[in-house]
């Protein structure tokens, strides 16, 4: 995974509230060895949601107006979260680290929109995953 910073260094209480840090920021690529099955179509729904979300989400980050950044922000949930739906309900069977970036940007984004309780859940599913690997 590629962060902005350092995956080692936290910020202290006294760092600044800068909340481009800590998030997956590359986009997911389809494999080299895409096998056609039943399952292949909601992998691939899965994958441009999630880059879709992405893009939503860096240009909510990159933009100077509240209202603007806001309405980016709220569409990648939105898209972040419809390809959590179809990672969960349609079990498509991802491995730990699309999993992974998948809820650590869902915590990232509604943790910028000011979503603390949102986030907090989303940052749980991710240490518990981490525990996991």
């Known amino acids: 995974t590629e962060t902005r910073n350092d995956p080692g ?14 998030f997956v920021q ?5 494999s080299t ?3 056609l099955n ?3 179509g909601e992998v691939l729904s899965y994958i441009a949601l999630y880059n879709l979300a992405l893009a939503w989400h860096l ?9 603007t950044r806001d309405f980016y922000l709220r569409k990648a949930v939105s898209l972040y979260r419809y390809a959590y739906s179809i990672m969960a309900e349609r079990r498509v069977d991802v491995n730990a680290r ?3 970036s998948l809820i650590c940007n869902l915590g990232h984004v509604h943790f910028s929109l ?3 309780e949102e986030a907090d859940e989303f940052f749980q599913l991710l240490l518990e995953a981490i525990l996991c690997v």
């Open 114 to 116: 000011g979503n603390t």
């Open 26 to 30: 590359s986009p997911l690529q389809l």
């Open 33 to 35: 060895e895409l096998v």
């Open 98 to 100: 699309l999993y992974m």
């Open 9 to 22: 260094s936290f910020p202290s209480e006294d760092a600044p509230s800068d909340t481009s840090r800590y």
């Open 38 to 40: 039943p399952q292949t």
């Open 59 to 67: 240009w909510g980050l990159n933009t100077d107006d509240q209202e």
